[in-house]
C-alpha cells in the first residue's frame, strides 16, 4: 500500500519540543523533495520547511526559521522535523507531502499527502 504516514504530533508547553516524522511505505522517499506544511483552524494552509531529494537544499519558513530543523533518513525512508521552543502560535495540523526532487513553496505542485498529525502547543 502505497502512503506517507505522520507522527509524532501531540500536546506540549510552550517552550517546549516535538518531533515528528514523515515516513512512506510502498515507495522510497529517494526521489522526492518532501515539504511540511500546517493548517491552523480557519487558516490556508502554510508552508514551513521543505528539504530537497538530496538532502542538499532546506527552505524554513521565517516564522520558523532558527526554532525548526528538517532532516532525512534514507535508510528508515522517513524525513524528520526537529520543533524546538514551540510556541502557541504553532499549534495547527502538521502535514507532509511529496514533490519530485526539488522543493516548491506552492503546496499545489505537491502530489502525495500525509493525513496531518495534530500539534498543541498550550499551557
Known amino acids: 500500500q502505497v502512503q506517507l504516514v505522520e507522527s509524532g504530533g501531540g500536546l506540549v508547553q510552550p517552550g517546549g519540543s516535538l518531533r515528528l516524522s514523515c515516513t512512506a511505505s510502498?515507495?522510497?522517499?529517494?526521489?522526492?523533495?518532501i515539504g511540511w506544511f500546517r493548517q491552523a483552524p480557519g487558516e490556508g494552509r502554510e508552508g514551513v520547511s521543505c528539504i530537497s531529494s538530496s538532502g542538499g537544499s532546506t527552505s524554513y519558513a521565517d516564522s520558523v526559521k532558527g526554532r525548526f530543523t528538517i532532516s532525512r533518513d534514507g535508510a528508515k525512508n522517513t524525513v524528520y522535523l526537529q520543533m524546538n521552543s514551540l510556541k502557541p502560535e504553532d499549534t495547527a495540523v502538521y502535514y507532509c507531502a511529496t514533490r519530485p526532487l526539488l522543493c516548491s513553496r506552492y503546496s499545489t505542485e505537491y502530489a502525495r499527502w500525509g493525513q496531518g498529525t495534530q500539534v498543541t502547543v498550550s499551557s
Open positions: 510502498g515507495f522510497t522517499l529517494d526521489y522526492y523533495a
